[in-house]
């Protein structure tokens, strides 16, 4: 087997405005402040195509900004056949996003799909969409994003390759 440079991650919500992004620039700064950014690929992209090309929801961007995070540069996409092919680990934000992921996967998929929450730390939760809500769901999400974050990379740090939710690789 060859071994592989990164593991990569996308991170996917329903419109890939408000939560994967956040996942998205939370990760990578959470990978930044460890010295660890060269191990992953990380992106985001949502089940609905209908924010394509927009930035971030104007919410997101301020509850990362008040973080230290900058997600501004980031433009929605929708989740695209090859992504089951590209990305290692492929974490939806909420059960129907990982339903949806699974019903959009082609046969041959590579990539894992699991619920973030429960991959990351082992709770079957999910990470609930903010969009029609106030500046508090948005805070809340960001918690639930960060500490997610810090448990993923501390898994993955603990494994050399990608892990499943339920298999681990300790050798
Ligand atoms: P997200 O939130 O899935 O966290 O990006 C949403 C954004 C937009 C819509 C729904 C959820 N929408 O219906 O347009």
Not at 92 to 112: C, F, R, T
Not at 124 to 145: I, K, L, Q
Request: aromatic share 8%; net charge negative; proline share 5%.
């Amino acid at each position: 087997m060859i071994a592989k440079a990164h593991t990569s991650i996308l991170f996917v919500c329903l419109g890939n405005i408000c939560r994967s992004p956040l996942a998205e620039g939370v990760f990578r700064a959470v990978a930044a402040s460890r010295g660890t950014e060269s191990a992953y690929l990380v992106d985001s992209a949502g089940t609905g195509g209908w924010h394509h090309g927009s930035a971030p929801d104007p919410r997101s961007i301020a509850i990362a900004a008040s973080h230290g995070i900058d997600i501004s540069a980031q433009q929605a996409r929708k989740v695209v056949p090859e992504d089951f092919h590209r990305f290692d680990l492929i974490l939806g934000m909420d059960s129907s996003n990982v339903e949806d992921l699974k019903a959009l996967a082609p046969p041959d998929a590579k990539g894992q799909i699991l619920l973030f929450l429960d991959f990351a730390e082992g709770v079957t939760s999910e990470v609930p969409d903010p969009y029609y809500g106030g500046a508090d769901g948005f805070a809340s999400v960001y918690r639930m994003v960060r500490q997610a974050s810090e448990k993923l990379a501390d898994r993955l740090e603990r494994g050399s390759a990608p892990m499943s939710g339920q298999t681990s690789s300790t050798t």
